[in-house]
């Protein structure tokens, strides 16, 4: 079973992600969650938007990879739990996935998080607001689908 976990930066997706692999593990079931970011395309495939590379665009996800990685996983698990801001831009995952969660945080709440975020250094405001943006245009759920909104942590 294939479960998809969405939402914009900071939402909570992977802290959501490992507590549903607890619950299937505590029901003696098997579980994995992955990261839809452990599937970027190299660096050098990946558009820059002033000077810094555009993590945000589904072009930088080698879905087609996913893919197999994920068929792979669906024969050894009860249950693969992927998470990410862009799970919702491939129709293959949506027509795949089981059950399908999207964490929901004011646009406030993501600001505050993503200018504490430390791991990329400081991100200039601009980037920031092109980080939400994109989540806007790429990271919401399509119409269509039953969609399970949660808010986020």
């Known amino acids: 079973m294939l479960i998809l976990v969405g939402g914009c930066s900071r939402s909570g997706k992977s802290l959501w992600a490992q507590k549903l ?12 969650a ?3 970011d452990d599937f970027v395309r190299h660096i050098d495939a990946i558009e820059k938007i002033g000077g810094r590379t555009d993590w945000e665009s589904p072009q930088s996800i080698d879905f087609d990879r996913l893919m197999v990685v994920l068929g792979i996983y669906e024969k050894q698990f009860d249950a693969v739990i992927l998470e990410g801001h862009l799970v919702f ?3 293959r995952l949506l ?3 089981a059950v399908k969660y999207f964490l929901v945080i004011p646009e406030a709440v993501f600001r505050q998080r993503r200018a504490a975020e430390t791991r990329w250094g400081e991100e200039p405001t601009w980037f920031i607001d092109h980080v939400w943006e994109s989540f806007l245009k790429h990271g919401q759920p399509p119409e269509g689908h039953e969609i399970i909104k949660i808010a986020g942590h």
């Open 95 to 97: 027509a795949a996935a």
């Open 89 to 91: 831009c491939d129709a």
């Open 34 to 36: 992955l990261c839809v």
């Open 21 to 32: 692999v607890l619950q299937y593990r505590n029901a003696n079931k098997t579980a994995v």
